[in-house]
């Protein structure tokens, strides 16, 4: 094996807390390693500096363009036959390298693929990021997986160039599957190798996780035509997907999980719309552009409409037209609560429930995200059913997508009751359990 000459990799964007560990651990690899290089995509965190107390070669972009083309700059600079990739985050074995390369036995592999475990589990939280988000393909090697992860792996160089390097309109998610496709399109073979074995050093917020989860899932929807069709389309695969994992987890017994589960479908769902209807964002950041004054002024408006005169089928909104989004992301908000108050009546439940629910859609001052979550609290509990906003006219409200998708959730919850009587206490168990493992840590 020593005449296979391997450059090792690691694209890496605001590090600095696993850098260190990741290149202490690929230095000490029992098979030769020609080159480490690190591709540092704009970090504004220290990573620059600790990589330059190792000996190996910094390449920076002078903005962050990126994960794919952080690849693509590697690739064009490494002097290998075969190039290793390992994400900032990863702590390989000693032996993962020699395990993967034993597995060239043959010109038609291109790739080799490794296992990567979480080393966190005890979070139900980075429980479910190993369960729904494996970096693996189990325990038996495999030359016939779909994909090779991009977390850690070896490619011959040359097939790498045969299929015109990492496609850049992926930007950070997805290029693993398309760059595997187009290489099994040119008749070559991908291995999957357990033996070769990486730890995840990655924990997550119910925030962080479900942010990951939309990005890692967004090119495959996009691929399928998702976001250019009604939202209500990607909605209703919301609530399958979400209906599929409360089943599988109580089926396998995984309890702590299922809070996660549930609120799944209306976390993705609110990001769709968002993404669809907001310029292509996900996230709503309260900043001097969108204050806390502008988000009361449009709660108020909606309080106001819901209450003002039931004999009046139509009002006039106090908001200006280019705040019609934020609108129905509340109306979107009151309608989740006022679905789900009615199986977890436990306004505790329900605190929790909206907090994790709006801080995986605000950004911005903590103290400004919690005075949100209580006036939405408040709403919920004191207000009668908001599901009369489908009673009258709103000039910018989307009647009849909410109105379509309440049913929905409605008919949604009902079915998962049916299916598992117990459902509701042991998701307000699973929640405890969220919220006592955060206590913890």
Not at 52 to 76: C, D, E, M, W, Y
Not at 205 to 220: E, K, P, R
Request: hydrophobic content about 40%; aromatic content about 12%; proline content about 3%.
């Amino acid at each position: 094996m020593a005449h296979m000459k391997v450059s090792v990799y690691i694209p890496c964007f605001n590090a600095e807390e696993y850098i260190a560990g990741c290149l202490q651990a690929i230095m000490v690899q029992d098979h030769p390693i020609e080159e480490i290089v690190v591709v540092d995509d704009g970090s504004t965190d220290r990573t620059a500096d600790i990589v330059r107390k190792f000996p190996v070669t910094l390449i920076q972009h002078p903005s962050n363009k990126g994960l794919v083309a952080s690849r693509n700059t590697a690739l064009q600079n490494l002097r290998g036959e075969y190039i290793a990739s390992l994400d900032a985050d990863c702590i390989p074995e000693r032996d993962w390298l020699s395990r993967l390369m034993e597995n060239f036995s043959s010109e038609k592999i291109a790739g080799v693929g490794g296992r990567l475990l979480e080393s966190y589990a005890h979070d139900p939280v980075d429980r479910w990021r190993a369960v729904h988000m494996k970096q693996e393909w189990g325990e038996q090697k495999d030359d016939s997986v779909p994909f090779l992860f991009g977390s850690n792996n070896v490619f011959r160089k040359k097939a790498l160039y045969s299929v015109g390097f990492y496609d850049e309109r992926y930007r950070n998610n997805y290029e693993d599957v398309d760059i595997s496709r187009r290489l099994k399109q040119k008749d070559h073979l991908l291995m999957y190798e357990p033996a070769a074995r990486v730890f995840h050093l990655k924990k997550d917020t119910i925030s962080s996780l479900f942010h990951s989860f939309w990005s890692w899932n967004y090119d495959f929807h996009k691929e399928q035509g998702f976001y250019e069709k009604d939202p209500s389309v990607k909605m209703e695969e919301n609530l399958g997907l979400g209906a599929r994992f409360l089943q599988e987890d109580f089926r396998n017994k995984r309890i702590d999980l299922l809070y996660i589960d549930l609120i799944l479908p209306f976390i993705l769902s609110l990001k769709d719309y968002l993404f669809i209807r907001y310029d292509k964002q996900v996230f709503l950041r309260i900043d001097h552009t969108l204050s806390l004054p502008v988000l009361y002024l449009i709660l108020l408006d909606l309080t106001f409409f819901y209450h003002f005169d039931d004999t009046r089928k139509s009002l006039r909104t106090l908001v200006v037209p280019r705040r019609r989004v934020l609108q129905n992301v509340f109306v979107f908000l009151l309608l989740i609560g006022d679905v789900l108050k009615d199986t977890f009546s436990d306004s505790d439940f329900l605190k929790v429930l909206i907090a994790h629910i709006t801080e995986s859609i605000f950004t911005g001052k903590g103290g400004d995200i919690l005075l949100i979550e209580d006036k939405l609290l408040s709403l919920y509990v004191l207000q009668k059913e908001w599901s009369d906003f489908f009673k009258k006219d709103h000039d910018r409200i989307e009647k009849g997508l909410f109105g379509s998708m309440f049913i929905s959730w409605q008919d949604w919850l009902s079915r998962l009751e049916s299916y598992l009587p117990e459902m509701v206490n042991l998701i307000k168990a699973s929640q405890n359990q969220v919220v006592k493992t955060k206590k913890e840590v």
